[in-house]
């Protein structure tokens, strides 16, 4: 059964740090792009960083400099550090593979709050 599943989110103040992880299970997990993305209340879910198979990285501007996106080919697992978190950065975060099909998963929220 192909899956995703997001660990990782929680409450945290601005200034902070969070380390998001994304278990994936049921594909060849190494050789596909894996991607972030968040969806703030209210708003269109978007693309926040992605690695690709061959370890290259793409980010949004938004997230330049304060977060990293890396992968565990090993465990199946793409993660996101996430530094200098912001109250902006508050959203429930997704991660994705494009198979078939784009398959998610159930999603991780994250709240940057004092």
């Known amino acids: 059964q192909v899956q995703l599943v997001e660990s990782g989110g929680g409450l945290v103040q601005p200034g902070g740090s969070l380390k998001l992880s994304c278990a994936a299970s049921?594909?060849?997990?190494?050789?596909?792009?894996m991607t972030w993305h968040h969806q703030a209340p209210g708003k269109q879910r978007e693309r926040v960083a992605l690695i690709t198979s061959a370890g290259s990285t793409d980010y949004a501007d938004s997230v330049k400099g304060r977060f990293t996106i890396s992968r565990d080919n090993a465990k199946n697992t793409v993660y996101l550090q996430m530094n200098s978190l912001k109250p902006e950065d508050t959203a429930t975060y997704y991660c994705?593979?494009?198979?078939?099909?784009?398959?998610w998963g159930q999603g991780t929220l994250v709240t940057v709050s004092s």
């Open positions: 049921g594909f060849h997990f190494n050789m596909y792009t």
């Open positions: 994705s593979a494009v198979l078939n099909r784009e398959i």
